[in-house]
């Protein structure tokens, strides 16, 4: 069974936690704070503003530039305020608050549940759809996805990988699509293939969801799915990390910075985006919620949530029932996922899951010296020197950090997870590689310039 | 009470491993070869061993306490481990306060004058080891304690070195089973390559290290056998892998963590210049046993090996 080159570690997965909890409506919530930056790129501009009437899903933030993405308002009701507000992380950022009055539609878009599976739009047709929808990459990176799509003139697709992979412990969402909603997948990924112009796509899900991967052959074969196949990887985290995922299923590895995976003819697409291109293209409705796991070993309850954005989380929070004493609350998972210090922040598109760690789960060791042992070199998927970039960027020597392609690094956590020493490597290399970033970019201004 | 939210950056949980439990299994791996020598030596080896490992870790915690005012590590068991390596590098029959200057180095000068745990250059306990070969040759050598039948108060390298015995004559059961004289922990090769399989089974070391030693040390003595004829051709290489320190060495003293490079690349780099060099010094140079020579010329050279052999760059072909 295939799997990505090097590196990688085998966290426990702890998905019985919800894996077994059908997908639930979420209650509409009473307001909603809808930031208008939640992708990677130009934040957009709000085009509402206090007392204006909205329906749901409408237009309400423009994406500014190519790299960017529209946002909608996920209810319908009164804008109540456009201001600055925190988000999970605490960071002010602007957003669109919404009062809820019931839960009014915009006309276009259709909403009867049955599918609706030909399409002959062209693939700028696609794209454009994609584009106006505000599709971002829902697996956690939020890269636009009409930028994914939009393929280079003098590259060319050759293959269509939709990333089923969840190799996130506890999460479950992606898991509960397939199994829920297999003909919703499918059909986006056929849309998704006509976009790029590929006659192949290739479906990577780890080997512990045998029977997601079952379900998914079964439909294919049942409803004729011309091209697609499921490829079942063997389970090894970060599977799911888009070069990793690449060299799995395709057996190329996309070379370093800044080339992208269409270097190799990859284009590559989370499960959960896969549905809301379908819902984008054949049913015009735009990204305005999506399926949310909160999960944890002590939470009263769990569950799979299908969640308008801009639900404040601490609603889903007291429905799972948060226990007491320290608890980590995480936006994903506990390898990538970033701890929430505020809980009136909202739902965003990015969150596959919420998961809560108690204290002693989310502990971090006492640090002790390297001793050298080099598992954070074996564990790392990129090839890199972990202890070496930490200790660099500790002693802020950029150049060296460099030299030694600390932009490489994937923030995967498998180094931090490995050390028998418990130091937070990663810590310090994520500070390193911002900092080069930072310098690389500020050198290609420069060069610009002249 | 209440809830209290705690935040940091990722990744939020950790594999659960932690220096303790690697060197605890180092101590673990190399019980079998403590049980065969106590065996085959006696008592004795029992109390050098204990006084080795006590003195070890209350050196590092004195100079730790009272030295460097710091917090002390004696909790990772890494003194322990380098306690139990210098005993296994030390004749039964050596007087106890030996045993405490060796220690002394080892810890002392060895690790604490570099930082601690992970900093040192050397091998602490080859360190130690090496000081007491030069300082008291004739202790050092002494193995008057051992096997009754065998040949009186030599190893079977320095026999076969001296003339005084023939390969042929070599008793490779004895070999394997520890039935011989040497130093605490090098004799019984078979009990030395359990705790070897035991430490790879754990992942506390790769195979790269040690199969690059060994295999060096055979292909080099083979070579060496065929201008002589064919009778030489199997006992030579088995004989030099099996006597002396060549396991303890390969498996145990190599494989150090602080001392032996991050690559795998490197590794064998590192082990093929262990096998080489100890090839050389037993067959030509001074000493019948060039194993912990060996390793300590190719510890001086781990950094350059690290500055050369950079892992596979994700996407790149080299």
Redo the contacts between chains.
Sequence with gaps: MRTFPIGGIHPSDNKEWSKDKAIETLELPSEVYIPMIQHIGAPSTPIVKKGDKVLTGQLIGQSVGFVSANIHASVSGTVTSVDAYPNGQGQRRIMVVIKREGDEWVESIDRSTELKRECTLTSEQIIAKVKDAGIVGLGGAQFPTHVKLSVPNDQKAEVLIINGVECEPYLTSDYRNMIERAELILTGVEILMRAINVNRAVIGVENNKPDAIAHLRDIIAKNNYRGIEVMPLKVRYPQGGEKQLIAAVTGRQVPPPPALPISVGAVVCNISTAIAVYEAVQKNKPLIERVVTITGKELKSTHNYLARFGTPVHELFELAGIPEGDVKLLNGGPMMGRAIVDVSAPLIKGCSGLTVLSGKEAARGKELQCIKCAKCVEACPMGLEPYLLSKLAKLQKWDMAEAHNTADCIECGCCSYTCPSYLPLLDYIRIGKQTVMTNIRARAAAANKK | ???????????????G???Q??MGDVVLALVPALAVSTYVLGWRVLMITAISIASCVLFEYLIQRFLLKGRT?IG?L?AVVTGLLLAFNLPAGIPWWIVVIGALVAIGIGKMTF?????NPFNPALTGRIFLLVAYPVQMTDWTTGVPDALSGSTFLANVKAGALSLGEVDYVALLSGHMNGSMGEIGALALLLGGVYLLWRRVISWHIPVAVLGTMMVFSLCVAIPDGGAMLWQMPLFHVLAGGAMLGAIFMATD??T?P??HKGMIIYGVGIGLLTMIIRLWGAYPEGMSFAIFIMNAVTPLINKYC???????KK
Excluded: N
Aim: overall charge positive.
């Design positions: 009470m209440q809830t209290r939210l705690f935040a940091s950056p990722s990744p939020h949980i950790h594999g491993e932690k220096t439990h690697i590590t990772d890494s930082g601690g745990l992970g900093c963590y602080a032996s991050m690559t950079r892992p596979k760059r994700f996407g790149t």
